[in-house]
């Protein structure tokens, strides 16, 4: 069954696939703020309202992870911002987070 993205379910599910990941339990030893990811409102592709993330990472596991309002994610610790459209192109692999990060297109 699809998830529906950036609902509490995908966000479950995020949770979920952050704690199976030998890979991050690894690189995120010591880590212990929260990030939050900002998704821009693009009405024309069918996002009419900013959603956000709040990721609450802690040493190598995401503790919770919800969705919410973007001001909820602008709160946190570390903060990403992108339109809903160049945040597809991370879920899909097309765009490299840190890459994106340094060029730009994720602020």
């Not at 379910?9 to 690894?26: G, I, L, R, T």
């Not at 996002?47 to 969705?67: H, S």
């Amino acid at each position: 069954m699809a998830v529906k993205a950036f609902s509490s379910e995908w966000a479950s599910a995020f949770k979920d696939e952050v704690n199976k990941s030998s890979v991050y339990q690894q690189a995120g030893k010591g880590w212990k703020w929260t990030v939050g990811l900002v998704v821009e409102a693009e009405p024309d592709k069918h996002f009419p309202e900013a959603k956000g993330i709040v990721m609450d990472l802690y040493d190598g596991k995401a503790r919770n992870v919800t969705v919410g309002g973007a001001a909820d994610a602008q709160k946190c610790d570390f903060v990403i911002t992108a339109p809903y459209t160049r945040w597809k192109e991370v879920a899909t692999k097309q765009l490299d987070a840190t890459k994106g990060m340094l060029q730009g297109k994720l602020k």
